[in-house]
């Protein structure tokens, strides 16, 4: 059960065996299997639409849940446990001073608070910007031995060993999280159930502004964290995590494995093995500000991991499927395949799609009538138009609903970002395939920062 196999015995049979078939169909009956293919590819795309609608409807209604800073500031000093916040830190130095910036920002007693900042041994510039900030009572840093897999949930597994706290939580370098956020989650375990194993807190950004693909970034993680991950809290259903911001049950974490080091999402991964083992994971209306990717190579490096990480967890999950139906249910167990498998395929199949409206557009070939037989004609035309209008209609719903009105031509330009996505998931399945266990990079302090940054600096001195 960890993506160290990409693919089991029985996967990669099952793989080559349906592309031989697939194949040889395409050579004996080309139109009938394309129209084929085509058909299964419309029902997943309407199965996949509607799901979404019902998970943003519930995040819509329900949201996340949301702890005052009364209730947050109630808890007695005595009464709070002792925490352990993790930071996986690679090739970054220039975010290390923020970093111990915003660790001081929490409003959680020191005697209480561990911070590990996690460094590989031969990260000489990073360990060097950390010995030059100097000594800092809060903050330790430990040296993870450099060896293969060279991965964030590597790390974190490494730090566990050295964590004291009964929750445990993981921030990334350049965070910024809002100062009452560890006591908010211990306030939310507290009203919780004992299933409750995990607290997600939500992510968003503080240089929206840069351009225009930061605020389709915002948009999306508007969807994401204030709409979809509620909704499927409510569901019950599996809930990918995010990298950052999500706050365990230490005994809990340590029963289920931890993080996969070969996972390259492995919080996604996590999130499902909390679910596998009859657990459940509440979202926290709690915000940690991070910097949206400004530059499009580098978004996609980022979004191609996640796309190929959400392949590897579905992978590894589905080799026990008939034990997973069961601990999940079969409603949940579907939305599993149709969110975690389903994001990455259809994000390939969309540039697929595209290519035939574009032919169609220029010439409109006869055979396509054959490739559309009626009823998928018609089903294809409610996705393309019915589809893409309710994921533009979500978009602005977020943007309205997060206060950033500013941003609404951006949203309805989406479908240009969605060109982006496409390309990253096409890049994320070639890399699963051949290269499964790859952590591409994400850099960050490419940006200038910006006025959220600035305002919530100046929230977190006026919360301490």
Known sequence: MSASLPFSRGQKIIGIVVVIIVAALLVVFPVPTAAGLISVATVVYILALIDRLIIFRRGLVNGAIRITDEQARAIPDDELPPYTVLVPAYGEPEVVGDLIAAMESLA?????LQVLLLLEADDEPTITAARDVGDNDLVTVVLVPPADPRTKPKACNYGLHFATGDIVTIFDAEDLPDPLQLRRAVAAFRQEDDRVVCVQCALNFHNPRDNILTEW????YGIWFGYLLPGLMVSRAPIPLGGTSNHFRRDILDDIGAWDPFNVTEDADLGVRISGNNYRTAVLDSITLEEANVDP?????????????????????MRRPVALWHILGPVAWYRFTLLIAGTP??????????LIMVIWMAGQPAVFADLFPGPIYYLSLISLIFGNGAAIYMNLVALREDGRSALVWSGLMVPAYWVLMSIAAIKGMWQMLFNPSYWEKTFHGLSGGGDEKTSAESTSEAAT
């Open 108 to 112: 959680y007693p020191r005697e209480k």
């Open 217 to 220: 970034f915002t948009a999306d």
């Open 297 to 317: 190579i580098n978004w996609v490096r980022q979004r191609s991991r996640w796309y190929k990480g959400y392949m590897q967890t579905w992978l590894v999950h």
């Open 345 to 354: 395929v259809i994000a390939c199949m969309n540039m697929v799609f595209w």
